[in-house]
Structure formats: C-alpha cells, structure tokens
C-alpha cells in the first residue's frame, strides 16, 4: 500500500506539534509498560497497521512480553494483567469504541490512579486514537519502526 500523504506533506508545526504531546506524556507517572500497552489496545481497535508495529516494538523493547501483547483482545479473559491495567484497559475500550467513560469505570480507576493518572491515561488513549486516524488516512506503511523513534 503506498502512502497517500506524508509528513512532509503537511504544514510546518503538525508533526511538532505532535510529537510535544508524546513528550509530555514521558514525563506522565505511568507505568511506560502500561502506557505501551494501551496504546496498544486503541490501535488494535482501530485498526492502524502502522500504530500496531509501532506499539508492538516498543512494548517489547521496554520489557513487556509477546504473551501479554498476544492476549490484549481478551484482555478480561487472560490472566497477565494487573486490576489497574484492567481498569486502564476498560477505559480505553470505552473511549475508543463508544467516547464515553461510565461512572463504573471512574471508579474502579480511582481504586488505583490518582486525579494526575487517570488524567494522564485519558489524554494518552485519546492522543493514540488521533495519531491512529492521521496514519489511517496518510496510510502511513507498516513494518519498517525502529523502536524509540517516537
């Protein structure tokens, strides 16, 4: 598939632009496994074959295993995740396929994450969820992320 457009394509500032948000989501008090693993998930939902290969890699490269990424769509089912990656996981699944969050879910994410966390969770689903429909419309290929590049 060949891309349709590229970053160089776009005015100047977008992929800076951009890019701040991931930088400020470094500096979030997230568990990076957590964070890869949920961007994960809204890439999964969405169907982005360039965010997956990305998310992947890095996932991987920050420790998490291929058992733990293999298992994320039936995360509820599989028992490698912790309550508050499950709470976290329910969040994304809720804003991504229906952009809600149900007070149930609030509350069990306030069992495990402060006000600054879930805060932080919320602006990196919806971050992914951005980043995944830019790439979907650019077609941006697949396969070839280096890990850590972004």
């Known amino acids: 598939m060949e891309p349709r457009i590229t970053f160089q394509d776009t005015r100047k500032g ?70 508050a990656e499950r709470a976290a996981f329910q969040l994304a699944e809720e804003l991504t396929a229906h952009h809600e969050a149900s007070d149930a879910t609030f509350a069990e994410l306030e069992k495990y994450f402060s006000k600054e966390q879930i805060a932080d969770i919320t602006l990196g689903i919806s971050m992914t969820g951005t980043w995944n429909r830019i790439n979907k419309v650019f077609r941006t290929p697949a396969g070839n992320y280096k890990p850590g590049t972004y």
């Open 14 to 83: 977008m992929l800076d632009t951009l890019l701040k948000v991931g930088q400020f989501m470094h500096s979030a008090q997230l568990d990076p496994k957590l964070q890869h693993l949920l961007a994960y998930r809204v890439s999964q939902i969405n169907g982005c074959a360039f965010c997956l290969d990305m998310h992947h890699k890095d996932a991987i490269a920050a420790g998490d295993t291929e058992q733990r990424l293999h298992g994320m769509p039936a995360w509820k089912d599989s028992p490698y995740y912790s309550d």
